[in-house]
């Protein structure tokens, strides 16, 4: 079943459904997500054919994930691909490993899956229906507390609102931090923590110095800090290993999709219509970038050899030898809409998008 909100772009762009068709897609809606997370990911004859939206490491495999939740991993820097054995039929949007046994993958309808085995199989540690319910939870502790977070004071009716809607938010992005604790965000603030390998999570949207509860779409670990990167141009900056994050200066009013760090002190954001800005005094201050692109920008990666590699979802690809100072276009064009990047073991590029995977030599 097509998924309500596909990918991390369709959500930036079109963000709410348009008030004259609310009411009659709530119940189609509720019901999608229902189904989603009762069904198992369908067997497709040719898994790396889907639309993928994100891919990692797990040590010298690679695994990616996306629509229908469509996992596929390699062990031979992606020339085959084997698809895994996933419990649901929910789009995926990103994937994290702890070390190459344990990772996250997350998504639609709230979903949160872990594996042990490298991603070869996958279980099901929340969904968004449980999610809304530990949001509430949290906003009542926070409550009780006389909590000073920006988001404290409609943290109550936040929570209410998210569960009357019956129709849970996707996350969009993780953290890991090792094999037991994680974080991972998403729509409207959502953000869900585990410290004990995902056996529990916790609401931690409240860490997020946001009293609006904007979207985050990213979240990257540089040096000893961890950034995330969101809706109107917001990044934010924790120094505690995710215990709180307040905010940085915000990279003008557009959209973020991904956060780097590009090395030299370095810090990368990027994301809608070649929105691309650079900070070097830890998100105090922005500089724009200069990219002839009005496509949206939505990875980046640091290669083997210190370059900075540029996605978009045109199907262009950027370059940088001077952190992210400056980047050029490569020669080559991905004949698809581009969602990731990854270098593989054999120095060679993977890339993602709506025509599934690709392997490339740049």
Known sequence: MVSVIKNRRLLARFGCVVAACWLMAQAARAATGILALDE??????????????????????????????????????????????????????????????????????????????GGATWRLQLNGFQADQLTLQ?????????????????????????????????FLSIWVQNARRAIVFGAYRLAMVTNDGGRTWTDCSLSIADAVSHHIYAAAQVGADIYLAGEAGLVFRSQDAGASFPAAAPAGAVTLFGVLGTGGGGVLVYGVAGALFRSTDGGASWVPGNLPTGSDLTDAIVLASGAILLTAESGTLYISHDHGAGFTALPVRVPMAVYAALQAPDGSLIVTGSGGVMKLRV
């Open 40 to 117: 198992p990911a369908p067997a497709v004859r040719v898994p790396a054919g889907v639309m993928i939206d994100a891919i990692t490491r797990a040590g010298g495999r690679i695994v990616a994930a996306g629509e229908h939740g469509v996992v596929i991993y390699s062990d031979d820097s992606g020339t085959t691909w084997v698809q895994a054995r996933v419990p649901v039929d929910a789009t995926l949007t990103a994937i994290a490993f702890a070390d190459p046994a344990n990772g996250w993958a997350t998504g639609n309808f709230g979903v949160i899956l872990h594996t042990s085995d």
């Open 138 to 170: 949290a906003a009542q502790r926070a409550a009780a507390a006389h909590s000073q977070s920006p988001g404290a004071p409609r943290a109550i009716a936040r929570a209410q609102h998210l569960i009357a809607q019956d129709d849970p938010k996707p």
